[in-house]
Each structure stands twice: as C-alpha cells, then as structure tokens.
Nanobody
C-alpha cells in the first residue's frame, strides 16, 4: 500500500505560479510517483506530467514550457512547479504512484488549483 497526500493548491491570478507537493508513505521503497493528472469540472482526468523511474519527463502539450515535474527520492516527495498559469489550468490535481512489482496505481486525494482574475 502507498499513501499519497497532495498539497500546495490554491487560487492565483493568470500568470501566477504554484508548486504542488505529493508526499508518499507506506510501501514507498517499492513504488515511485509516476505523474500528475488533473480533472476539470465536466471533463475527463488527463495526464499533465509524467516521470519515469529513470527520471525521464514528459508533459502534455498544453503545459509544456510552463510546468516542471520533479521527484526527491530522499524525501519521498514529488513536485509539480506550475508557472504562467492560465484559467484553463483550473482543475483538481492528483499525483499517482505505481508499485513496481504489480504495476498497481495509487492516487492521492487531489488538490484544487483555481486560476482566475
């Protein structure tokens, strides 16, 4: 079992920045945080940023150049640095971890990000 707790969400104006954190606990030595997703009202959950076990990063086209995913293995924490935020970035953001042996995903409870003027 892996437990994930996201934090760092909030309300910002367009052009602002936020850094989301995802703190992992439990069987974290056998797992790693593999990405951040978001879900806006009335829309499907979408992948925002992915991070492989080897450290390769991938981003949705809509956030490339603005968002940065990272992972601090010593702190069992992953981050999503979000710059130049736009109203369309408004959503609940979730981090997800995967157990290496089974491939099972574990999700956090989500953190709300709201971008408006």
């Amino acid at each position: 079992q892996v437990q994930l707790v996201e934090s760092g969400g909030g309300s910002v104006q367009p052009g602002g920045s936020l850094t989301l954190s995802c703190a992992a606990s439990g069987s974290i030595l056998r797992a790693y945080v593999r990405g951040w997703y978001r879900q806006a009202p009335g829309k499907q959950r979408e992948l925002v940023a992915a991070l492989t076990s080897g450290g390769t990063m991938n981003y949705a086209d809509s956030v490339k150049g603005r968002f940065t995913i990272s992972r601090d293995n010593a702190r069992n924490t992953a981050y999503l640095q979000m710059n130049s935020l736009k109203p369309e970035d408004t959503a609940v953001y979730y981090c997800v971890a995967v157990l290496r042996a089974s491939g099972n995903d574990y999700w956090g409870q989500g953190t709300q990000v709201s971008v408006s003027s």
